[in-house]
C-alpha cells in the first residue's frame, strides 16, 4: 500500500518558479534513491534529476543550475524546486522511488503526475 503523491505543479509565466513536493505514504522501511522525471506532448518521458538516500544528486543538462532536488527522510519527502523556468519545461511531471518495504524487498514506485505549464 505503498503510495506516491506529487503536488505543486501548476500554472506559471516563463522565469518563475515552481516547488513540486512528493510525498510517500504507507509502511515501509526506508526510501533510498529517488527521482523526478518529466513528460512533455510528444515527447518521451525523461529523467529530470535523481537523488540518493545520502543526497548525492544528479541532473539533467536541461536543468542544472535551475532545477535543485532535495528530501526530508523524517518527511519521507521529496522536492524539486523549479527556477527561471522556460515554455519548453512544460510537462507532466512525475515522481519515483526505490522504497524499501521490506528487510530484502525493495519495490519501485511512481506517483501519479503534475503537470507544470509554463507560459505567458
Known amino acids: 500500500q505503498v503510495r506516491l503523491v506529487e503536488s505543486g505543479g501548476g500554472l506559471v509565466q516563463p522565469g518563475g518558479s515552481l516547488r513540486l513536493s512528493c510525498a510517500a505514504s504507507?509502511?515501509?522501511?526506508?526510501?533510498?534513491?529517488m527521482g523526478w522525471y518529466r513528460q512533455a506532448p510528444g515527447k518521451e518521458r525523461e529523467l529530470v534529476a535523481t537523488i540518493t538516500s545520502g543526497d548525492t544528486t544528479n541532473y539533467a543538462e536541461s536543468v542544472k543550475g535551475r532545477f535543485s532536488i532535495s528530501r526530508n527522510n523524517a518527511k519521507a519527502t521529496m522536492y524539486l524546486q523549479m527556477n527561471t523556468l522556460k515554455p519548453e519545461d512544460t510537462a507532466v511531471y512525475y515522481c519515483n522511488a526505490d522504497i524499501r518495504v521490506g528487510i530484502t524487498l525493495r519495490n519501485h514506485y511512481w506517483g501519479q503526475g503534475t503537470q507544470v505549464t509554463v507560459s505567458s
Open positions: 504507507g509502511t515501509f522501511f526506508s526510501i533510498d534513491a
